[in-house]
């Protein structure tokens, strides 16, 4: 169910965005990764464990790298950070033990961030007219 939830959220939000013309503006998207990414920190807060913070803070500041960068150089940084929190979110139990993290919000995270960047993709093929050419 938290996979539906996810797809069927991303897709609001990004059809939201378009529709109203916040997808238009830049920052939109690489926003969206810092605000993805700083869940975890929120659960570590949530949890109470300080190793979790620490971890969760680290990976989170890589991704705000990557949104910085995407945003100031090319657009697909930011569908590649999509994608990649998306796998991050399928891995992250593995690498980090965070007792804030839902047992749902994985699989949820996962299908956000992909679909979202998916969409982002398309919308990035689109306006260079790549599509017009294939």
């Known amino acids: 169910?938290?996979?539906?939830?996810g797809i069927l959220l991303a897709v609001v939000v990004c059809v939201f965005a378009m529709l109203v013309g916040f997808d238009r503006e830049r920052v939109f998207y690489p926003t969206l990764v810092i605000?993805?990414?700083?869940?975890?920190i929120?659960?570590?807060v949530i949890g109470s464990?300080?190793?979790?913070?620490?971890?969760?803070?680290?990976?989170?500041?890589?991704?705000?790298?990557l949104a910085v960068a995407g945003f100031k150089k090319n657009l697909?940084?930011?569908?590649?950070?999509?994608?990649?929190?998306g796998v991050f979110d399928f891995l992250?139990?593995?690498f980090i033990q965070n007792p804030g993290v839902s047992v749902w919000w994985p699989g949820f995270c996962l299908s956000f961030d992909v679909l979202a960047g998916g969409f982002l993709a398309m919308l990035l093929m689109r306006r260079s007219g790549f599509a017009s050419k294939i």
């Open 49 to 65: 464990s300080r190793p979790a913070l620490a971890s969760e803070s680290l990976i989170a500041g890589a991704f705000l790298a």
């Open 42 to 44: 929120l659960f570590a």
């Open 92 to 94: 992250h139990h593995l």
């Open 35 to 40: 605000v993805i990414a700083t869940y975890y």
């Open 76 to 85: 697909w940084l930011i569908v590649a950070a999509l994608g990649g929190h």
């Open 1 to 5: 169910m938290e996979y539906l939830i």
